[in-house]
């Protein structure tokens, strides 16, 4: 049993470097920052978050929840409202 905590302590250290990818010299290939504001299609990607919305019908700009076809669920609750989002 004491052999096989020390087969583990000292694999377990080697795994950690394989596994981090280091190179030979050392240093880290990173590379540029993914851009996430464009999907892989090259489109914008949607904004899923909360929005400043201008309902079709008038009345005040609601903040809403996007839920697709200019639908939009109100944050602070109520039926969803056809409206169109203020910002991109």
């Known amino acids: 049993m004491k052999t096989a905590w020390i087969v583990m302590l ?3 250290p ?3 470097c394989v596994a981090k990818g280091s ?11 993914p851009d996430t ?4 299609l090259g ?11 201008v309902p079709v019908t008038g009345g005040a700009p609601v903040i ?3 839920v697709g076809g200019n639908l939009y669920v109100p944050v602070t609750g109520g039926p969803p409202v056809v ?3 203020t910002g991109p």
Not at 37 to 40: I, L, P
């Open 10 to 12: 000292l694999i377990v």
């Open 83 to 85: 409206g169109l989002p």
């Open 43 to 53: 489109t914008p990607a949607p904004n899923l978050g909360p929005q400043l919305v």
């Open 23 to 33: 190179t030979k010299d050392g240093q880290q290939n990173s590379g540029p920052a």
């Open 14 to 16: 080697v795994a950690g």
């Open 64 to 66: 809403g929840i996007p």
């Open 37 to 40: 504001s464009t999907s892989s």
